[in-house]
């Protein structure tokens, strides 16, 4: 998917944008115990297939999605999607990825008041990403049937 800028979510990372990507398409198409297939997340999405398959089995570890085998498999939340929120499926993801992210902070005491904007940025980050379920994404993607 290309990068626009300005584009809302391009802090997050291509990892996390794709992994709620895959799982608003879930949360759309919500219906237990009927998978939907990686290749139809794909084409909806627009993501790569390949590495939507990396991120749904991430998503798996942390049982927030289970696959089906088979012809008519695919992968389904685990949940209902007004129980699994936005930082539940973006901590999925970026377990590891933290480190990478990191920039060495500045010295003193303008080091000092950038440390404490960018904690109180992600705690209203976190706690937005907490609010917001799959159910809510899934409502604003106003897909036509």
Not at 40 to 65: F, H, M, N, S, W
Not at 90 to 96: D, K, N, P, R
């Amino acid at each position: 998917m290309p990068r626009e800028e300005g584009h809302a979510l391009s802090d997050l990372g291509s990892r996390a944008e794709y992994a709620l990507l895959a799982a608003t398409d879930l949360a759309v198409n919500y219906k237990p115990g009927s998978p939907v297939k990686v290749q139809d997340i794909a084409r909806r999405t627009g993501a790569p297939e390949k590495y939507l398959g990396q991120i749904l089995l991430r998503l798996k570890k942390q049982a927030l999605v289970r696959s089906a085998q088979g012809p008519s498999g695919g992968y389904c939340l685990m949940r209902q999607p007004e129980l699994i929120s936005a930082a539940e499926v973006m901590e999925a993801v970026s377990a590891g990825a933290d480190g990478r992210r990191r920039r060495r902070p500045a010295a003193g005491a303008y080091g000092q008041a950038l440390d404490w904007l960018k904690a109180d940025m992600e705690e209203a980050r976190r706690g937005l990403l907490s609010r917001v379920t799959l159910a809510d994404l899934a409502r604003r993607a106003q897909i036509p049937q």
